[in-house]
């Protein structure tokens, strides 16, 4: 009986044009020894035929036809189903570079990590340089550690896509996405990290983001988006009460803060989010910088105005 060392999990919706690229990438693999389990998430398309097709050339394509639930659904049905020792997500309109499972395998089992973090680039765009330039390649951190790290070098992103975690931390911990809210990844963002064990960084770009009309971030549909934000850092404020170590909980606090005022800006909301234990004293008294005070400042002064900046 085949066990794989790794779990990919790819989310399906209406993805006919893209959907090729980004499973070739994952079955061209080095490591051969992975499934690819594509959740066809109600897809009205051609989708389900491409996945059933993938399932009938290669017996590693596992194929999950459901409903439509969205994406935290359908990777949440990816997780149930997944039977390797390590999980990686990959979104169905980009692709990832042929050694990536390979490598990060690699890097996990030699430092025994619960959680290793991969780089990665945007297209259409100028490639970025390193997004973990501060942190330390191979170190292993504690969460703790990482977190504080990351948050005072500003390299600490919630993208589950550019994760490569062992599938106990999911399932010992039971981590799933939040279904029903947009921005999951970042309502999952401190649950798992705060989760892990230990944490590995490799300052190698290996998933390949595919900027295109339509996704979340480029919506005009900012009621959604504002409800789900207020739900998640809601959410948020409650975990972050609970952490007994006070330099971690300041300083998520701080992280809060400003995701709070960033979301207010970007969304343009002009009498800012209702959320319980979130006010203009508490967005002053934990912004992280004197930058993010004085924005707090303007903020308890205007929200209208600073929404408008």
Wanted: aromatic share 12%; with cysteine.
């Amino acid at each position: 009986m085949f066990v794989p060392l790794v779990s990919v999990i790819i989310p399906v919706y209406k993805v006919e044009n893209e959907l090729r690229r980004c499973v070739n990438s994952v079955l061209s693999q080095t490591l051969t020894d992975i499934e690819i389990i594509l959740v066809d998430d109600g897809s009205p398309d051609g989708c389900p035929q491409i996945c059933d097709d993938y399932a009938d050339r290669d017996s590693r394509v596992k194929v999950i036809h459901k409903v439509n639930g969205g994406l935290s659904d359908a990777r949440n049905y990816g997780l149930n189903k997944a039977a390797g020792d390590y999980v990686m997500f990959v979104d169905s309109d980009d692709y990832i570079e042929v050694d990536s499972c390979e490598r990060l395998y690699l890097t996990a089992v030699a430092s025994d990590a619960d959680m290793v973090l991969g780089d990665w680039r945007i297209s259409p765009g100028q490639d970025n340089p390193d997004h973990y330039a501060l942190l330390e390649e191979g170190r292993v951190y504690s969460a703790s550690d990482f977190i504080l790290t990351a948050l005072k070098a500003g390299e600490w992103y919630p993208c589950a896509c550019f994760m490569f975690c062992k599938l106990s931390l999911f399932n010992d911990n039971n981590l799933r996405f939040a279904v029903g809210l947009l921005h999951e990844d970042m309502e999952m963002q401190p649950r798992v990290f705060l989760a892990a064990r230990s944490i590995v960084c490799v300052k190698y770009k290996f998933y390949n983001y595919i900027m295109r009309p339509g996704s979340i971030m480029k919506s005009s549909n900012c009621q959604k988006r504002a409800v789900s934000m207020q739900e998640i850092l809601g959410r948020w404020k409650r975990q972050f009460d609970n952490i007994e170590n006070s330099e971690l909980r300041d300083a998520l606090y701080g992280y809060l803060a400003k995701c709070y005022l960033h979301t207010c800006r970007d969304l343009g909301l002009r009498r800012g989010l209702s959320v319980p234990g979130i006010d203009k004293r508490f967005l002053f008294e934990h912004g992280a910088s004197q930058k993010e005070k004085a924005k707090a400042l303007l903020f308890a002064a205007s929200p209208r105005f600073y929404s408008y900046l």
